[in-house]
């Protein structure tokens, strides 16, 4: 299985903070990178597939970098709806993986 | 508008089989290349994926999990349903169901809320 490692695991930041959040994979993916973000009580939302392609919808102040093992997700910045909790998926092969997560908190 | 919604016991005894169905609408799942997803969140934890069951019946584990998963789907009902053997307290976890289009590539575009369920007796 492809592991995702995830960093940091929480960042406590202001409104207007510029946020970056890295993912490496164990194993190179390509560009089959995915990051979504949760909220308690709300369903999953994805952000970023493709590693780099925003999702319909989805403010222009996320973005998404990298390729092979290493990964970035970067939210320029940072507005109040945008604290959550944020998660890349390798999109290579399954069994499809996760990183640890990434909490963004209010500083 | 795609929506997928997550139903099921919200308590389960340790031993017991868990049943969920995830009722879906704004696709169908006789169309090549969807699939539906299982997804679980242990609380404070990250998420893992479950299981996957596409539009011609293939059906894909979890690797560690999989001698205690089974997923099918009646495409009738738009429903998808899990089971999972032999409960224990490791298990519990909000439980998610999510659409994935094979066509886009290998990632859920659209997910349920997610149900929380409890192991414990």
């Known amino acids: 299985d492809i592991q995702m490692t995830q960093s940091p695991s929480s960042v406590s930041a202001s409104v207007g903070d510029r946020v970056t959040i890295t993912c490496r994979a164990s194993q190179g993916s390509s560009n089959w990178l995915v990051w979504y973000q949760l909220k308690p009580a709300k369903a999953p939302r994805l952000l970023i597939y493709g590693a780099t392609s925003l999702q319909t919808g989805v403010p222009s102040r996320f973005s998404g970098s990298g390729s092979g093992t290493d990964f970035t997700l970067t939210i320029s910045s940072l507005q109040p709806e945008d604290f959550a909790t944020y998660y890349c998926q390798q999109a290579n092969s399954f069994p499809l993986t996760f990183g640890g997560g990434t909490k963004v908190e209010v500083k | 508008q795609v929506t997928l919604r997550e139903s099921g016991p919200a308590l389960v005894r340790p031993t017991q089989t868990l049943t969920l169905t995830c009722t879906f609408s704004?696709?169908?799942?006789?169309?090549?290349?969807?699939?539906v997803n299982w997804i679980r969140q242990p609380p404070g934890k990250a998420l893992e994926w479950l299981a996957r069951i596409d539009w011609d019946d293939d059906k894909y584990y979890s690797t560690s999990l999989k001698t205690r998963l089974t997923i099918s789907k009646d495409t009738s009902k738009n429903q998808v349903v899990l089971t999972m053997t032999n409960m224990d307290p490791v298990d519990t976890a909000t439980y998610y169901c999510?659409?994935?289009?094979?066509?886009?590539?290998?990632?859920?575009?659209?997910w349920g809320q997610g149900t929380l369920v409890t192991v414990s007796s």
């Open positions: 704004g696709f169908s799942l006789s169309t090549s290349g969807m699939c």
């Open positions: 999510a659409r994935m289009f094979t066509a886009y590539g290998y990632y859920f575009d659209y």
